[in-house]
């Protein structure tokens, strides 16, 4: 039988709190910096995933257009509601990242902690050709590491290196800059991510064009 990966999701955003899940961060940090270096204008397009708290610090340092994605309908529900009033500020899709179709391009893709679910070839590369396709500037992974677990939230996962992680998105993004970091979990175990940041080849044009103000 087909897995089904929304149900899967849906029932771990239904029955667990955030102190329950291993990818909770109060404090994205690296991710912030990332987003910093960049040195954007405020009103750059900038996309990420889930019930994180990136969304919480990217409105309190003033983005206009943040985008928050995630495959769990439950998952969005709780951003919203930790979020409140703010949540209006916010454009909320839910959908499975590599059956996702926008309607516009992003300065900023922002990627902890779904890269590493995508086990087959045909996965990665549905995700590598939508990200390629409406990436118009930076994009950022966080993914498992080799020191790394291999499952996560019962599933298992593929753990990268810098140099796997670059060579799949070598002919589409060039690497920025990577960090490994210890993710201490509510749990009090440590998990290692590997992030990197990269950019859009210029040689290869976004599909979709930016939207005009």
């Known amino acids: 039988m087909k897995f089904d990966r929304k149900k899967h999701w849906e029932t771990v955003y239904e029955t667990k709190n955030p102190d329950q899940v291993s990818w909770t961060q109060e404090i994205p940090k690296t991710s912030l910096e990332f987003i910093r270096s960049f040195k954007l204008n405020k009103d750059a397009r900038i996309i990420g995933g889930g019930d994180s708290k990136l969304v919480d610090y990217l409105l309190e ?30 454009n909320w899709i839910v959908s499975d990242i590599i059956e996702f179709e926008p309607d516009t391009s992003f300065d900023v893709w922002h990627d902890r902690a779904t890269f590493h679910f995508l086990t087959t070839d045909d996965q990665i590369k549905k995700y590598i050709k939508i990200a390629s396709k409406f990436v118009r500037g930076y994009l950022i992974i966080g993914t498992f590491s080799q020191n790394g677990p291999k499952k996560c939230s019962g599933l298992e996962i593929k753990q990268y290196n810098e140099e796997e992680l670059t060579s799949e998105l070598k002919k589409r993004f060039d690497k920025i800059h990577c960090v490994t970091e210890d993710h201490l979990t509510p749990f009090n175990t440590i998990q290692n991510f590997l992030f990197c940041s990269f950019k859009r080849q210029l040689t290869v044009k976004p599909e979709i064009p930016s939207p005009t103000s």
């Open 61 to 90: 340092e003033e983005y206009k257009n943040i985008t928050v994605l995630d495959i769990s309908e439950k998952a969005i529900a709780k951003a919203k509601k930790r979020l409140g009033e703010k949540a209006s500020k916010v």
